[in-house]
T-cell receptor, first 114, second 115 residues
Framework: AQTVTQSQPEMSVQEAETVTLSCTYD???????LFWYKQPPSRQMILVIR??????QNATENRFSVNFQKAAKSFSLKISDSQLGDTAMYFC???????????FGAGTRLTVKP | GAGVSQSPSNKVTEKGKDVELRCDPI?????LYWYRQSLGQGLEFLIY????????KSGLPSDRFSAERTGGSVSTLTIQRTQQEDSAVYLC?????????????FGPGTRLLVL
């Protein structure tokens, strides 16, 4: 069975600073996908970034980047130059390649302070 | 193109009533998922449709929950004899393909309150 753990229920950061959200997971699969989703107060889940486990290079998407440590089963999200609009719940998720069993962590509530 | 849409956005019902929640996936997406998100919690998988295959119902919490997907497109999640513990946000997602290959795109959800 897969599990995804986000150990930080809440975090805050000053505008323009950098923050890192932690995520660990447990899977017996060798190849899989990892995701970070953002859920602002509007409830709309938005894909932030996606990482293929077979790729060693960390994914980046503008101000968002990940630190993927496959051996440690760790997948942290770094947000650089934080903006007020980054305030949201952030969910880490893991999915095998070939089935629908996508598991989500409990989420981290991030507040960006002016 | 248009994203995933869900209706209604909010639903208040009385305990014991039946409710229907609708999801319109992104056009061309073959996979459709329903999740439940209780207050302050992560997402709980409910059911999954892939093309014309039999749905994966392994996440449905009880036989009061059912879902259909007509014509491989629109899906309806039905909760019969609602209970207060059914109160949650119900999220629908669709993806171009199944499994990790297909990034899931979410709708805005339906917030259900059972009084």
């Amino acid at each position: 069975a897969q599990t995804v753990t986000q150990s930080q229920p809440e975090m805050s950061v000053q505008e323009a600073e950098t923050v890192t959200l932690s995520c660990t997971y447990d899977t017996s699969e060798s190849n899989y996908y990892l995701f970070w989703y953002k859920q602002p107060p509007s409830r709309q889940m938005i894909l932030v970034i996606r990482q293929e486990a077979y790729k060693q290079q960390n994914a980046t998407e503008n101000r968002f980047s990940v630190n993927f440590q496959k051996a440690a089963k760790s997948f942290s999200l770094k947000i650089s130059d934080s903006q007020l609009g980054d305030t949201a719940m952030y969910f880490c998720a893991q999915s095998p390649l070939d089935n629908n069993d996508m598991r989500f962590g409990a989420g981290t509530r991030l507040t960006v302070k002016p | 193109g248009a994203g995933v849409s869900q209706s209604p956005s909010n639903k208040v019902t009385e305990k014991g009533k039946d409710v229907e929640l609708r999801c319109d996936p992104i056009s061309g997406h073959t996979a459709l998922y329903w999740y439940r998100q209780s207050l302050g919690q992560g997402l709980e998988f409910l059911i999954y449709f892939q093309g014309n295959s039999a749905p994966d119902k392994s996440g449905l919490p009880s036989d009061r929950f059912s879902a259909e997907r007509t014509g491989g497109s629109v899906s309806t999640l039905t909760i019969q004899r609602t209970q207060q513990e059914d109160s949650a946000v119900y999220l629908c997602a669709s993806s171009l393909t199944s499994g990790g290959y297909g990034t899931q795109y979410f709708g805005p959800g339906t917030r259900l309150l059972v009084l």
